[in-house]
């Protein structure tokens, strides 16, 4: 058994997944549209090349998303990024934060040298840690 994270994108996965791809070093593994599905000609006209599945890897993780039009942001769940250095936290947050809402800025704690929470420009919310040794 394994547990993944799914997140429905307001018509933005391709966007993201390209740019995690891009910053976070992921690893797109598949995407998927609705016009490859079986029935394509039900799809309503424009929503062909919207993605009904993709799966990219960041860090050891996979995450699937979809294009769904009236998409939520998340709330109250974080993908959670455990980085190597106080400056890859630091490079991650910034390219995160750009165009995103910040909950709490990137910061020391007692548990990490590095901390932030916040949400992408995309919807995805996000927790950064570069722990205490």
Request: glycine share 10%; charged share 25%; proline share 3%.
């Amino acid at each position: 058994m394994k547990l993944h994270v799914y997140v429905n994108y307001k018509e933005t996965c391709r966007e993201a997944f390209q740019f995690y791809e891009k910053n976070l070093g992921g690893r797109i593994m598949s995407i998927t549209t609705f016009g490859e599905m079986p029935h394509a000609g039900d799809i309503a006209k424009g929503r062909e090349d919207k993605i009904i599945h993709g799966r990219i890897e960041i860090g050891g993780m996979v995450l699937m998303g979809a294009d769904i039009p009236h998409a939520e942001p998340m709330r109250s769940a974080y993908l959670t990024l455990t980085l190597d250095s106080a400056e890859e936290a630091e490079r991650i947050y910034a390219l995160l934060a750009d165009g995103g809402e910040i909950f709490a800025k990137i910061q020391q704690t007692p548990f990490a040298s590095r901390y932030a929470v916040l949400r992408d420009r995309f919807g995805t919310s996000w927790m950064l840690l570069h722990e205490n040794k």
